[in-house]
């Protein structure tokens, strides 16, 4: 295994060396020794009741009685109503007996737990490994200088972090406002029709444009051609996407590909960097004209900054245009997470990658937004898709957008003066002391050459020597890029290295020059407007701002109201220790290409989770890189793959997969080059044994993966899991275990156990990292040992197996800061407290299960009668009875307070219900409350007592707008009252839908994805 932070994560794992510590033994699991203040508190495995401290000195500030919502108290009732005496007993029934593993594999002996400040102590420890060095490498990464009003008012605010993703979009307006604005942004800086609401990296983006180009075309040319000057790690990335779809790869200086005219014949698209790696700003008309001609599309990797002061993409004839947006404040930390933006001209648009917002109107005629074209999201095209997006990065474009809101185009173009005038005097003083700059164009990055004082070691020494890192290039050549945090100290600074490289004396508190002109040819200066829409142009002051923010804000239902009960969501606490040390910044100012001394407290965090993950699920080793749960699947389909083609087995290609699995399972699946086939479920929801067996014997010489989702995505742990994978092997294939899931498994069965080779996790699920309304997410793979030499590597920092596939994210460990997320809430929990949290998914949802019989339809359970963390409640009957949808439930579900649970998903007429740990007995009953009610105003509108279409449930939700029409208006069979508050809790805890029902339809046939004009403004549209 090659990782730069050092060897066989297996090695970790099994290293552990006993510490004696007050009498108690605790294993010690990693290089970095645990200060001794640090010791892990006493074990606190779930008991009959809240620890009780016979001990004066005990830690108060344990983490799971915090996470873990009900109190044993609370646990004994539930068990009680479910006829158990024990929650020894209850698991039982609940996990299949053949496959669970003994308690100590997630033990507190196996994962000591920490009070959350011991962990806070241990994060600042680490925190102080990492060194905060000044770096001016650029390739797509830049110092942010994040507002602090929306530091502490986005990225640090549970109310926008800890939404989901805006599908039910009457409670959500105030997110899509902001991802509109993000959408609005982006195609206004790159001159292109429309954009989306961002995808998980610049390099991702490479490769989501390059299968655009690639469908656009039907697939029928194969050749998609690279410039050399595009960032390394976006060539990685597109290797990889390339392989599955078969596409062929040229890398190549483009102007001279295009000029010779071999590739014209096949060429289905072109990726050219604008500004390049080097700082280079070409002109790329000619070129594009030539392309177009063709049939082939032209696709451009640019800098957001750089197009307030150049010419737009659009403006010179690009396709397609994408990026990444981070440095409009959005923290470095190590790689990420930063939302990519992705642009395109109108005739693709309905062709683009990801979730795109859009303008519609709700039932009274009101402007509202919502997600437009949700058809082509993955579980409705499944292996038709040619992208596997589901989860993005909503949050960070939230800042992104936010920050344009902020500084408005001239707060930008301000912004941009002062980076490029900068590289411009940074220029003029460096040709003073006889360096050659090798771009003659530039907006904010140099190319040194370094010749004149013997090679550029020289200038990286006397860098490193002065806290300073440039990007390394070659023997002579070195890369310097400025950024909005450079100062004319900074700017000093650097240019004394490059003195001191030249052995010329430092040359102390004098100013540099500003030489006239500009660095940016004439004819690429850009002289249209942008940013003209009155949200960009209003809310400049803090005040102003903050309550933008907060009048956003107050729109959406987020954790900070209620539970999110979305079933394959785990919508869980997430809690603020563990997001602390984000803002810190020892975390959030480090490249991802630093040189990895400087970067160990992260490699120690790395190390141990990666260790912990494989330790959870059973498995050989770990890779954190792939940026969402479809990401991971993915890389894991990549690796097994390459596991086939090193044996000489790389005509196995076909992937089973069950009908009811997630639609990114056989969208990935696709992307990874195999062609699927799908298994049936029998009448109960498991898995049809006999139809994966005939399918596995049909295609046993091409059968190469398994996908399936345990437990499965109908809510139960089916018996014959061990059995499939049995099959599967014996024809040859490998099995991917989908780990969405794996909050009800954790201490109690694992992957590896059911017999998997490889699963992904969800770690913004079962590890606590928020959703943040449609993402940050990390998807990690663990890897049985035979596949871990190709997990996957980098082509700049090593890491990844000894045989590695190429990259799946622009940066090494994907998005590096949130892993400390899911590092802390591992730490803290320990072994027994993450056992214990899947103990009580199971019985939060078993509960519910439970309350809700005899008002619904329990769709699966086991044997046992019990289902997993999750329960399907089946919806067809009123759909039969009075045409009631299950829209109609999860609209009245606003009403009462809630975010509805998963609708329609894995089948159509059922609700997927989805508790999670964290949630309090109180607030299951007051859902349960909700939805018994609900069933009884169902029941007036079955039996007449209320009309089939003027009804409570066919009106929901009731915004105040609604309910405060005149009583003419009002011309409805129910009070008001019953509208907005049918239980009384509603008295104390209303949450208020801000507009009424929105109508899908309209969107999509008048697909507007741009926030308000100044004109709409001015009518009030
Ligand atoms: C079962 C299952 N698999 C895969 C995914 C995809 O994960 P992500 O959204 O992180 O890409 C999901 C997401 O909800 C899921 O529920």
Known sequence: MRSAFNGSRRALATSSRLVVKYGKQFPQRSGVPLSPSLAPSSSRSFSASRPVLTEPY????????????????????????????????????????????????????????????????????????????????????????????????????????????????????????????????????????????????????????????????????????????????THAVLRTRAKGFGINLVVADVHSAIKQGEVLPDLCGVLVQYPDLNGQISDYRALTDEVHASGGLVACATDLLALTMIKPPGEWGADIAFGNSARFGVPLGYGGPHAAFFSVKDKLKRKMPGRLVGRSKDSSGKLAYRLALQTREQHIRREKATSNICTSQALLANMAAMYAVYHGSEGLQRIARRVHNSARALKDRLEFMGYKIVNSTFFDTLTIDTSNVGGADKVHEAALQNGINFR??????????????????????????????????????????????????????????????PVFNTHHSETEMLRYLYSLQAKDLSLCHSMIPLGSCTMKLNSTTSMVPLSWKEFATIHPFVPIDQAQGYGQIIKELESDLAAITGFHACSLQPNSGASGEYAGLSVIRAYHESRGEGHRDVCLIPLSAHGTNPASAVMAGMKVVPVKALGDGSLDLQDLSDKAKLYKDRLAAFMITYPSTFGVFEDGVQEACRIIHDYGGQVYLDGANLNAQIGLTNPAICGGDVCHLNLHKTFSIPHGGGGPGVGPICVAEHLAPFLPGHPLVRTGGSNAIDAMSAAPWGSASILLISWAYIKMLGGDGLAAASKLALLNANYIADRLKGHYTLRYKNIKNRVAHELLIDLSEFDKAAS??????????????????????????????????????????????AMIQIRKEADDIISGRQPKENNVLKNAPHPVSVLTRSDAEWNRPYSRQTAAYPLPYLYERKFWPTVSRIDDAYGDLNLMCECPSVEEFAKGE
């Open 884 to 929: 009631l949808k299950v829209t109609d439930f999860a609209k009245r579900l606003q009403d009462y307070g809630f975010h509805p649970p998963t609708c329609s998903w894995p089948i159509p007429t059922a609700m997927l219900i989805e508790p999670t740990e964290s949630e309090t007995l109180e607030e299951l009953d007051r859902f349960c409350d």
């Open 58 to 233: 005990n830690a108060l500030d344990t983490f799971q009685d915090r996470h873990i919502g009900p109190n044993s108290s609370e646990a004994e009732v539930m068990l009680k109503a479910l006829g158990y005496q024990s929650m020894d007993a209850f698991v039982e029934d609940a996990v299949p007996q053949h496959i669970r593993i003994p308690a100590s594999v997630v033990s507190n002996d196996a994962i000591p737990s920490l009070t959350e400040s011991e962990m806070i102590k241990r994060a600042r420890e680490l925190a102080n490994l990492n060194k905060t060095y000044r770096s001016y490498i650029g390739m797509g990464y830049h110092n942010a200088v994040v507002p602090k009003v929306i530091q502490r008012n986005v990225f640090e605010n549970p109310a926008w972090y800890t939404q989901y993703t805006p599908y039910q979009p009457e409670i959500a307006q105030g997110r899509l406002e902001s991802l509109v604005n993000f959408q609005s942004m982006a195609t206004s800086l790159t001159g292109l029709d429309i954009s989306n609401a961002s995808l998980l990296d610049e390099a991702t983006a490479a490769a989501e444009a390059m299968v655009m180009a690639f469908a656009a075309c039907s697939s029928k040319k194969r050749t998609f051609l690279v410039d050399t000057a595009v960032s390394p790690q």
């Open 472 to 533: 390394p290039i070659d023997g002579t050549l070195v890369g310097v890029t400025l950024d909005e945090s450079v100062l004319s100290r900074d700017l000093l600074d650097i240019s004394n290295v490059f003195a001191a490289a030249a052995g010329a004396s430092l040359s102390g508190g004098e100013s540099l020059k500003l030489p006239s002109g500009s660095a940016i040819p004439t004819e690429f200066q850009r002289t249209s407007q942008f940013l003209t829409q």
